[in-house]
């Protein structure tokens, strides 16, 4: 049983250009379409969907950074749509977000130590003697050794710079960390130290995740509820291996027969499938 929520998003609308004046009217982009989900304290909740689905743009709305037409997202029971552009430090401090790329998030002219240590100053004033020492903390906890705060992001790998810039987003102490495609961009080894470290830090901190990704295979191993989206509707929901065991839309089917399977066996079968699940899902009216 689901407890309480802690992210609650109804109806919401995200539109750009003139199709903000009218839902899916003018010339403007409908980027989500009436979409609703919950995320209770402490849960992993992924939004699943292929490139241009709405499910970034989504993440967008919910840390301010895409206009919202309609519907509302609540956090902790506050409106964000009533913060208007002056988002509160409270909010920021609470929500926190990963993005794909570490070497664009990251300043390349700024030690490790600055990136992370000016989030610490900036929302506790500590020291600094105590912003070193919880730069520290933050790297033990993302498994980085504390002489990486005295190296540049070009001098670490694409694993380890994304460490950094997950330590850097538990630095104000969150309850909901928004992570947009956190490991797309690393090979595939990578990819599952990262998502075992992301399900460690769950466990460990009581995080809520609000994890965005196009690949069901990787949200798998940190979700407890997957959505998946379409042209920017919500097409299917539920607990992640019901979904996985079980899944009812054509379009999600065809997202789990094209997650790989080592056994190479009815790989042709595999393939056919998918074709006609593909079918199936474009002649869906709920897509």
Excluded: W
């Amino acid at each position: 049983m689901r407890g309480e929520p802690l992210l609650e998003v109804r109806d919401l609308v995200v539109a750009y250009g003139r199709g903000r004046a009218l839902f899916g009217g003018g010339a403007g982009i409908v980027a989500v379409k009436g979409v609703s989900f919950d995320i209770t304290v402490g849960e992993g909740f992924a939004l699943v969907g292929e490139s241009g689905s709405g499910k970034s743009t989504i993440g967008r709305a919910i840390l301010g950074l895409a206009p919202v037409a309609g519907g509302s997202i609540r956090f902790d029971g506050q409106d964000i749509a009533a913060f208007g552009r002056r988002i509160p430090l409270s909010f920021r401090r609470n929500v926190q977000v990963v993005f794909q790329d570490p070497r664009s998030s990251l300043n390349p002219r700024r030690t490790i130590r600055d990136a992370i240590g000016q989030v610490v100053e900036r929302h506790f004033a500590t020291s600094a003697p105590a912003t070193e020492a919880r730069v520290g903390d933050l790297l033990a906890k993302v498994g980085l050794a504390a002489y990486f705060m005295h190296r540049y992001p070009g001098e670490l790998s694409g694993g380890q710079r994304q460490r950094v810039a997950i330590a850097r987003a538990l630095a104000t102490e969150p309850r909901l960390l928004i992570c947009d495609e956190p490991v797309s961009a690393l090979d595939v080894s990578t990819q599952s130290q990262i998502l075992n470290l992301l399900a460690d830090l769950q466990r460990d901190l009581g995080l809520a995740y609000l994890f965005i990704s196009h690949d069901l295979a990787v949200v798998r191993q940190v979700a407890d509820v997957v959505a998946v989206m379409r042209h920017g509707k919500l097409v299917e929901m539920g607990a992640s291996e019901d979904l996985y065991r079980n899944p009812t839309h054509p379009y999600t089917r065809m997202l789990v027969s094209s997650v790989p399977k080592p056994d190479p066996r009815g790989r042709e079968e595999r393939r056919a499938m998918r074709v006609a699940l593909r079918h199936a899902a474009n002649a869906s009216p709920a897509a």
